[in-house]
Structures are given as C-alpha cells and as structure tokens.
C-alpha cells in the first residue's frame, strides 16, 4: 500500500478547499454550510482510493453502476462509516441490487423505477431515501421526470410507502453558460417548492445538484447536496455520465 498516505493528504487537502468554496457560496446566499453535504463522487476510482477518501474524512460517497458499487462496498466492509449515493441512471431489473447497495438513491427517473425500489425496499424491510431526478433541460441524452408532468405524477410516487423521499436531483447541460445553469438550478429549486404539498414528510426538502464545474451557482440556487467528484479526485481516464 505505497503510496497510500500520500493519496489521503491529497484528498484531504483538495477536500478542504472545496470546502472552503462550499462555504464562499453558501455565505453568499445566507446559507449554514453544515447544513450542506458534499458527495464524492468515486465512480471509476478503485476501492483503494475510495479508502483513503474515507481516511481522509470523507463520509458521503457517489457512485454511477451498481455493479462497480457492490463490488467496491464489498471490498470496504472495513470503512463502515462510509454513506453510499447512487447518482447514475439505474434500470429497472437492478433496483433490488441497487436497494441493498445503496444508503440513497438520486436517481429515481420514473414511476416504474419507484415501483421497483418500493418493492425491493418493502422485501429488505426498509426505507429508502430517494430523489427524483428530473430533466430540466429536456436534452433527450438526459433521462428524468419531465418537470411539466411531475406535480401529476408525485402522488403516485408518494404514495409508495417503503420510500422516503428527500426532493429532487438534477444535472445541468454540460459546457452552459452561468445564466442558463443558474436558470435550471432555479427551475429545480422552484419544482422542489411547487411539489412540498404532495409530500407533506418533513425530509422533503433536498435538492441535489452541483458538480465540479457548477457546484457554487447550484449553492447559491439551494442545492442541499452536490456532487463532486474531479475538484477532489482529478480527472478520471473513463468519464462517464449519467
Ligand atoms: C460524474 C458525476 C458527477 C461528478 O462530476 P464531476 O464533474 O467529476 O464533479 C456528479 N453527478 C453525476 C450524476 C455524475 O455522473
């Protein structure tokens, strides 16, 4: 394991700074940073470096596939701390795999799916916190809740009962400019708000976007959690997106 206090050092400090501009923008919009939660974002990484993230003091972690998930938790039954995210597009046949590998999901993108992971949820005998992602943008490459659809189709999905859900989970176009990603993040914000009478549960109130390039205009729009995975861990070889 050479090599391996380095990697924690670096991602403590590269932590730190983020947090430090988690903090600048949470200020700047009269936010309490603790009340904000930064998800690392390890897809691809191995289990190695998302042990020494874990080292480093980080609790919250996202990953895009169940199977590297399952794999990667199984290989650190020993960082029982660890709090792990699904933020990438999940198929239907995997939610009883995705139900007993993750703590949250973030991306719910239809009521089928949140059949699903009801029925999976019910037979681990568990709630689930959930997020419905939804697609602002309407970029057909994104999948999500149409946001004109998703006030008639929310009493549905509150009514499932073996999921808890915290709000909703969006990802902003690629390459946008500040005043269209401020305007999607908005747009979330004000879906969130429209959508609190149909879940009436007092955990209704997360929205989960921001990303490395976006994450201070998703705070200042109100994202609760962002999802950061290059500010802290570099460029990864294999991008992929959800
Ligand atoms: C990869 C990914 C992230 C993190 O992106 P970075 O640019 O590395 O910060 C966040 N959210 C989702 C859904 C992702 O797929």
């Given at each position: 394991?050479v090599?391996?206090?380095?990697t924690i050092?670096?991602?403590?400090?590269?932590?730190?700074?983020?947090?430090v501009?988690i903090?600048a923008?949470?200020?700047?919009?009269?936010?309490?940073?603790?009340?904000?939660?930064?998800?690392?974002?390890?897809?691809?990484?191995?289990?190695e470096?998302?042990?020494?993230a874990?080292?480093?003091?980080?609790?919250?972690?996202?990953?895009?596939?169940?199977?590297?998930?399952?794999?990667?938790?199984?290989?650190?039954l020993?960082?029982?701390?660890?709090h792990?995210?699904l933020?990438?597009h999940?198929?239907?046949?995997?939610?009883?795999?995705?139900?007993?590998?993750f703590?949250?999901?973030?991306?719910v993108?239809?009521?089928e799916?949140?059949?699903?992971?009801?029925?999976?949820?019910?037979?681990?005998?568990?709630?689930?916190?959930?997020?419905?992602?939804?697609?602002?943008?309407?970029?057909?490459?994104?999948?999500g809740?149409?946001?004109?659809?998703?006030?008639?189709?929310?009493?549905?999905?509150?009514?499932?009962?073996?999921?808890?859900?915290?709000?909703l989970?969006?990802i902003?176009?690629?390459?946008?400019?500040?005043?269209?990603?401020?305007?999607?993040?908005?747009?979330?914000?004000?879906?969130r708000?429209?959508?609190?009478?149909?879940?009436?549960?007092?955990t209704?109130?997360?929205?989960?976007?921001?990303?490395t390039?976006?994450?201070?205009?998703?705070?200042?729009?109100?994202?609760?959690?962002?999802?950061?995975?290059?500010?802290?861990?570099?460029e990864?070889?294999?991008?992929?997106?959800?």
């Amino acid at each position: 394991m050479v090599g391996t206090i380095g990697t924690i050092e670096v991602i403590a400090e590269r932590v730190a700074a983020v947090q430090v501009r988690i903090a600048a923008a949470a200020a700047r919009s009269g936010k309490d940073p603790a009340s904000l939660t930064l998800i690392a974002v390890t897809k691809t990484l191995d289990a190695e470096t998302v042990r020494a993230a874990s080292l480093a003091g980080l609790r919250e972690v996202g990953e895009n596939k169940v199977q590297e998930a399952y794999a990667k938790r199984g290989e650190l039954l020993d960082q029982p701390l660890l709090h792990w995210h699904l933020i990438g597009h999940l198929q239907r046949n995997k939610a009883r795999r995705a139900a007993s590998t993750f703590d949250t999901i973030h991306s719910v993108d239809s009521l089928e799916l949140a059949t699903a992971l009801n029925e999976a949820a019910s037979a681990q005998g568990r709630d689930l916190p959930v997020f419905a992602q939804v697609n602002i943008s309407g970029e057909s490459t994104k999948s999500g809740f149409i946001p004109r659809l998703f006030s008639q189709q929310a009493a549905a999905l509150a009514r499932l009962p073996a999921l808890r859900w915290r709000g909703l989970m969006t990802i902003a176009p690629e390459g946008a400019d500040t005043e269209t990603l401020r305007a999607v993040f908005a747009a979330t914000r004000r879906l969130r708000d429209a959508a609190a009478a149909v879940f009436p549960s007092t955990t209704w109130n997360a929205l989960s976007m921001g990303m490395t390039n976006d994450f201070e205009i998703a705070i200042e729009e109100g994202a609760t959690h962002v999802r950061v995975g290059r500010a802290i861990f570099g460029e990864r070889t294999e991008t992929v997106r959800a």
